[in-house]
């Protein structure tokens, strides 16, 4: 891909599914135009899990200055919200960064803007994770008003835990709060926004090596740092991979094991990404995945 036309002044979105080249792309950018990089990914945020969640090795990060990787403590709740009011100072600094990532939900919030939701009770998150639990999603779902459930994934457990939450801290739908949305960030108008577009027979192969140079790369020893702390209701626990290699560390499956759930695992989630990044992001830039080396995963 020519970086020549891309003014330095211009803000460039980078999204992608898991797997497809991206962090490799806006880091040969960064270090081309001499930009940073802001990370849009909902788990590369948490410190417990970098081999995991490819977050940069710290060789890339010393490379360029990468920003919001790592920085948020393995049990905390971090949401869209928090991201968004991060990168609004970031870019007080710099108003051109390059912000690269898999999760849809940041991208779309950063240039359609956020709605102003209230922020969630811990009473009330403790009662959704208990009920996704015992009940299940399905349940969840089936609660929420109409106009949300025309809007979400119903097998998305964030999003719809997300929206059940929001409905019953302020006694609305989370889509009547998204339709009273401000200004966004980013308009697409003022940025370059670019989606790699990754078809699956492209993309699973990649998926496979990606997860064997993780385990080669540490991310077995990662899972037992982490395993004194393992609690799966806590965010970070989310991370592809984590569960698989605990329950591993625990005796309850073969390495072999491992390797197949999680690769059914990332392709599922890639395959949601794909989907969102269709259907909301259909106005950016499609780069074929052709144009990326082969090597960049």
Known sequence: MSF????????VLIAGPTASGKSALALELAQAQNRDIINA?????????RVLT??????DELQVQHHLYG????????????WIREVSELITK???????????????????????????????RELSEQKLAVEGL??????LDQKTKDRIDPNNPARVQRAWEVLNTTGRGIADWQDETPAPLFPLHKCRPIVIDAPKEWLTPRIEQRFDLMLQ?????????????WDSNIPS??????????????????LADVRETVIIATRQYAKRQRSWFRSRMSDWEWLASHELSKSDI
């Open 237 to 254: 626990s989310r991370a592809i991979g984590a569960p698989e290699l605990i329950s591993y560390l625990k005796g309850e499956c073969t």
């Open 41 to 49: 990914d909902a788990l590369q945020v948490y410190s417990n899990w």
């Open 217 to 229: 790369d540490g991310a077995l020893e990662e899972a037992e740092q982490n395993l004194d702390l």
């Open 138 to 143: 399905e349940i969840l779902f089936d609660q």
């Open 94 to 124: 710099m108003p051109a960064p390059i912000i690269v990532g898999g999760t849809g939900l940041y991208f779309t919030s950063l240039t359609t803007g956020l709605s102003n939701i209230p922020a969630v009770p811990p009473n009330v």
């Open 4 to 11: 020549a036309k891309i003014p330095l002044d211009q803000p």
């Open 54 to 59: 490819a977050r940069p090795t710290i060789e």
């Open 71 to 82: 920085h948020v403590a393995h049990d905390v709740a971090y949401s869209v919200g928090h």
